[in-house]
DNA sequence: GATAATTGTTATGGACCATATCAAATATCG
DNA sequence: CGATATTTGATATGGTCCATAACAATTATC
C-alpha cells in the first residue's frame, strides 16, 4: 500500500494520441492495472493524506509551517498555559519528539517556553505576538488556498461528510 | 498536523465517575480542545490513516505483511511480467527502495525475480506458489478483518462514497 | 524524610523517503 | 559498425519521522 512524496517523471507526451494500442509494432508502455488495490481503504487513504499534505505544503511555502508545526501552533493557541506534555500527547507526538519541534518553534519566535510556578519542572506553553501574527496568516492561506480545494472537488456537503467519516474512523476503528 | 503511532497510555481508570468536574479540590487534567484542528483535513486524515495501517498490521500478524508489501503482492499478481522499475513506479516506491523491500519478499519466498530474456537488464516479478497462497490467505483477512469493520462503521453506501473521494483526492487533489 | 512518579531532555536505533552514483545492458545515431 | 546516451537494478548515503531507554531536576507519596 505504500506510496511516496516522488512527483511522477511525466515521461509521457499528451499530445501522442491513440494511447493503449498493441498491434502496432510500436509497443506502448500501457499502464498497469491496479486491481483491487483501488479499493484497499488503507491504499487510497494513504494517497490521499500524501497529497492534501504536499499541498499543504505548498500553500504554506510563504510562512514555512508543515502540518505539524500548524497542528501544534493551533493547538497551543486554543490551550494556553498548557505544558509540553499535555500539548504533545494530545497530538499524538512523543515528549522525546516534541523537544526539536518546540527547539524550531522557539527559535523562529513563534512559540516560548515558560517555567511554570506551580510546577518548576514543566514549561507552560504560549504563542509570542509574532506566532499570533504568524498563525492568524497562516489559517487564511489554509482556508483560502487549501481547504478551499476541497469544496471545489466535492462540494460542501460532502466535505463535511467526509470529515465526519474520517472523524469516526480516528476515533473508533 | 502530526500524529504518531503511539498508543495512548490510557493512565484513566474507566471506573471513576464525574469526569471533568473543576470545583472540588481534584484539580483533574481536564482533556484539552482540540478547536479548529477536528476541522482540518490532513489532521482528520492522517489520524484516520494511522488508526487503518494500525489494524491492518494487527489483522496481518499471523502472515506477517505490511500494507506496503500486500500491496506489492496485490499489484504483481495483477500485472505478471513486469518488472521492478514498473511495480515501483506505479506503487510510488522509488526503485532504490524497492531493492530492500524485494529482497525481503524473496528471502520469504514469496517472490521471485527472474532475468528477463527480451532485456537482461530487467527482473521479472512473479509470485511463487507460496506467494499466492499467502496472498489468497492474505485478501480473505483483509476482506473479513479489515474492509469489513468499514461497513460496520460506515454502511455500505457510505463506505463507498468514502472510498470514491479518497480516489478522487488522491488523483485530482 | 526516604522512595516513587513526573517533566523536559539527550542519546540512540529503526523505518521510511530521497538523491547521487555505478556497472551492465540496451537504445540511438552518426 | 561503433561511439554515445539511456535504462535497469543496485549501493551508498543523508534526511525525517517515530519509538525506547535513561537521566537530572522537581514534585508527589507514604
Chains 1, 2 share one sequence.
Not at 494517497?47 to 509551517?65: G, I
Not at 518553534?105 to 513563534?110: A, P, T
Request: hydrophobic share 40%.
Amino acid at each position: 500500500m505504500t506510496v511516496s512524496k516522488t512527483a511522477e517523471k511525466s515521461s509521457e507526451k499528451p499530445g501522442d494520441a491513440a494511447k493503449g494500442r498493441k498491434d502496432a509494432a510500436e509497443a506502448q508502455p500501457e499502464a498497469l492495472q491496479l486491481g483491487e488495490l483501488s479499493e484497499q481503504l488503507g491504499y487510497v487513504l494513504k494517497r490521499a493524506q500524501l497529497k492534501v499534505f504536499e499541498n499543504f505544503l505548498r500553500c504554506m511555502a510563504s510562512l514555512q509551517l508543515t502540518p505539524a508545526q500548524f497542528s501544534v501552533l493551533l493547538l497551543v493557541e486554543k490551550n494556553p498555559g498548557r505544558n509540553q506534555t499535555e500539548i504533545a500527547s494530545t497530538l499524538g507526538i512523543l515528549r522525546p519528539n516534541f523537544v526539536a519541534m518546540l527547539d524550531n518553534l522557539e527559535s523562529r519566535d513563534l512559540c516560548a517556553r515558560i517555567r511554570s510556578t506551580n510546577d518548576r519542572r514543566s514549561h507552560i506553553l504560549v504563542l509570542t505576538d509574532k506566532g499570533k501574527a504568524v498563525l492568524t496568516r497562516a489559517k487564511k492561506l489554509v482556508a483560502t488556498k487549501h481547504e478551499s480545494r476541497l469544496n471545489e472537488l466535492l462540494g460542501q456537503a460532502n466535505r463535511e461528510a467526509l470529515l465526519e467519516m474520517l472523524s469516526k474512523i480516528a476515533n473508533e476503528f
